[in-house]
């Protein structure tokens, strides 16, 4: 197909506002009057809390306000599950949890008053471990986990501190392990991330006098905000406005109310606007960074290499608090993709989410996807290596096919990852001579399902001739405003100029939001329907403008003619005057997809890198991406977010981590929390496998999702290639790296 | 902003080419007096400790951490913002760039990137990618993975010196 506006590199429509800084995030929206409020966290993992003297806070002067949860209605918060205080009421149960909320007119001078708050704890005993917290033995940490508001009850487990079990199969597994000639168990660790958006999370509220409640947040679901910020704080939904607000990165992350109920209560109680904006030391000990993950893999492999069993134990550390899922699982989907990019016929895969003293997890950017991937993909080299058999043929001969059933229940249709995974390797430097000792060479794969959910939009015909589209989606940064604009320009077709976007999350009531790769499928669907029922509105009072029939009616550069006579051209603008006040010119619509596609995203990578024996450090020499795409709406977003999400992949992978130890995060700020930087960024050759297929508008498919995942499964891969050193664990540092060697060397190896 | 107890101290400074004078708290921060007490919120704060770059203003003409820096310490410089850097119409080459290479997603770091940018460009027209990335390694971008980015400055140069 040709295109006027798809498939041409287009700026964010945000661009101007971007870089110049005019663009307002939660932390730049200043009130008359606001006012700051500040949090006193836990310093203990597991506590009762005895007392708390609040008096001598309350004398500093320039404190407006000090509470606590005696202050504040009885409730519990969370996106899906409602398991989470607003404060502590009678015990914290990780570091960092909030006891005590100061407001003062000065940040500083709440920071202050935090330190005169004296509060009494009794210690509890603590576990830190997902897999020792599902021992009889350990301290439970919810034991009225079955009474909170929408616990799911389907997954309800009988394992201490399990809130959540979930098992995905396709076949029969004894049948499987019956028919493998070899066996294999594999077991991995996984560590936690921090999204390591640079905006940390604010938020900003302000109660009007009749009790109207205008919100400011960091939230990619502002729509959903609303109503678990009613809920929180016991207000009716309809007295919350959320006001848009750009994003400053999700990346899975900004779903939840985070500091807000606390604004509302501090709002409330000093009649004043409260703004709370979190340090990035408060993002990294009480964020809601990736589920810590242990992994067990069994896999049955017949004398030829065909895999006919997968059995995968997966247990994610939620920490101390299940609230920041988003998902009705109260679990990690993700963890469905552990078979990886195989069509084993015989597949369980066990998901449990557990509680912990730990930091309590969130979504990251394909979350349990990287986890599932590093483990199933690490294993393969195992497996292939153990049989004898080449890495690649080993793959190959496992891979899905159309039809195959996957233990999500999908059959997926147009199966690209043979060609994915070929390309990739075609374009890397697989199989040649190596530069250099220490050079080693890793494959991995994955692939993402496309994103289902609810989607709004109301679009009309404005009077100067604009098609102006309501949206409640924010904008994240992924361009989801300009995908709009796009998708509703080709289609009419229109100027992308003609075509304007706002986002009013405030005149809706449901809506998934952003995230979850759904957006370009799920709202993109959405708004070509919609263009086309209002484009064809038009079309008809133009006829009646025009006093012709609608099938003699022209539409060329703008105007609107009857056929074969351009006198008496009308522009969208006249069109719009001829029709004021009809009905048809605006129109709202929601739509809710809740399958996922049978077509889907597949993703292969080939990482190169050289190992300094010395030092430990790895620098990656080169990255073949490959990706599988339809039609790409927006080359410049699509590059984007593959190369955003590759780094964010190299930062899991051998960067980044929130270092615990017994639920003390010692990773603080930014100079100890490593995200990638521009040195650290390798050569990158993006390879894409393209053919018009999807079935998000045009023919095109999601991305956001895709290059993050199967990075570390590759790193480790390309390690133990130039090695010989397997890791087990991630992320794969410098660190590891050298103790392993040494290890090894001590041992004469 | 300040509380009854707090030391204030009054300083005068230039930004974005207009004079200012401000009374505020000794340890009022850089960062926290331009946004909030001028209300230039174009200069964001990521990370509180001089690691991100988001907060990058140029003082004299040098890129600094301004969440690092004391107000006080700005008395009788000259700052220049996010805000400053295009004219009153047009938008700066540097700006113009990274909306036209996908220089930004989010656009949290970007103030922090221009303004760097345009410090590098200023002192090196034509930056081969290397000492671009030498320059602009203190500047945190999670959103783009930065090879749009360095595109972008690239361009930019390139658009500089042809012009």
Known sequence: MSYTVVGKPLGNLEGPAKVTGAATFTADVILPEMIWGKVLRSPLPHARILSIDTSEAEQLPGVLAVLTARDLPDTLTGRVVYDTPVLAR????????????????????????????????????????????????????????????????????????????????????????????????????????????????????????????????????????????????????????????????????????????????????????????????????????????????????????????????????????????????????????????????????????????????????????????????????????????????????????????????????????????????KSSNWGKPKAHPFVGRGVAAAYRHIGTGEANAQMSLESDGIVKVITPVPDTGTGAHTLIQKVVAETWPLPVEQVEVEARPDLFETDSGAGGS?????????????????????????????????????????????????????TLAQVAEAGSGRPELSIRKTQVNREAPQVTTFTAQVVELEVDPETGQIKILDVVTSHDVGTIINPLAHQGQIDGGLIQGIGFGMMEEVVMEDGQVSTLHLGDYKL?????????????????????????????????????????NAVYDAVGVRFYDLPITAEKVYRALQERGSRGE | MASDREMTQTIRLRVNGKDHTVQVPARRLLVDCLRYDLGLTGTKEGCSVGVCGACTVLMDGQPISSCLALAVFADGKEIVTVEGISGEEKLDKIQQSFIDHGGFQCGMCTPGMVVTAKALLEQNPNPSPDEIKEWMMGNLCRCTGYYQIIESIQRAAAETSDA
């Open chain 1, 518 to 570: 759904r957006v370009t499928y799920v709202v993109g669907q959405l708004v070509k329907e919609m263009t086309e029922e209002l484009r064809d509105s038009v079309g008809r009072l133009a006829a009646e403008a025009l006093e012709c029939q609608v099938a003699e009616v022209a539409f060329e550069a703008g105007h609107y003619s009857v056929k074969g006579s351009a006198d008496s051209a009308l």
């Open chain 1, 676 to 716: 990638p930087n521009m040195k650290d960024i390798p050569p990158l050759k993006t390879v894409l496998v393209q053919e018009e297929i999807g079935p998000a508008p045009f023919q095109s498919k999601a991305i956001g999702e895709s290059s993050i995942t199967p990075v570390a499964a590759a790193i480790a």
């Open chain 1, 90 to 425: 009678d015990r914290v149960r990780f570091i960092g949890e909030k006891v005590a909320v100061v407001a003062a007119e000065d940040p500083d001078v709440a920071e202050d008053a935090l330190s005169l708050i004296e509060v009494e704890y009794e210690e509890l005993p603590a576990v830190f471990d997902s897999e020792e917290a599902m021992k009889s033995d350990a301290p439970l940490l919810h034991p009225d986990y079955r009474s909170y508001p929408h616990a799911p009850e389907k997954f309800f487990s009988d394992v201490p501190n399990v809130h959540s079990h979930v098992t995905w199969q396709v076949g029969d597994i004894e049948e499987g392990f019956a028919q493998a000639k070899e066996i294999f168990e594999h077991n991995f660790t996984t560590h936690s991330q921090h999204q390591g958006f640079i905006e940390p999370h604010a938020s900003v509220v302000s109660v009007d006098p009749d009790g109207r409640t205008h919100l400011w947040i960091t939230n990619k679901m502002p729509v959903r905000a609303q109503k678990l910020l009613a809920d929180a704080v016991e207000i009716p939904q309809e007295q919350v406005v959320v006001h848009p607000v750009c994003i400053g990165g999700d990346f899975g992350g900004k779903g939840s109310l985070m500091d807000s109920p606390l604004c509302y209560h501090l709002s409330k109680r000093t009649g004043r606007p409260v703004k709370m904006v979190m340090t990035y030391t408060e993002e990294l000990m009480a964020g809601n960074p990736r589920h810590p993950t242990t992994i067990s893999l069994r896999t049955g492999v017949t004398e030829k290499g065909k895999v006919v069993a997968f059995q995968a134990r997966v247990v994610f550390d939620s920490g101390a608090y299940a609230g920041f899922k988003p998902v009705p699982l109260v679990n990690i989907p993700g963890a469905n993709s552990a078979a990886g990019v195989y069509g084993t016929p015989n597949v369980t895969i066990d998901a449990y989410s557990v509680y912990t003293n730990c930091v309590p997890s969130g979504h990251v950017r394909a979350p349990g996807d990287l986890q599932v991937t590093f483990a199933v993909e690490s294993s393969m080299d195992l497996i292939a290596e153990a049989m004898g058999i080449d890495l690649l043929e080993f793959r190959k001969q496992n891979l899905i096919r159309d039809g195959d059933l996957l233990p999500d229940g999908h059959r997926l249709e147009q199966v690209r990852i043979r060609e994915t995974l070929e390309a990739a390797v």
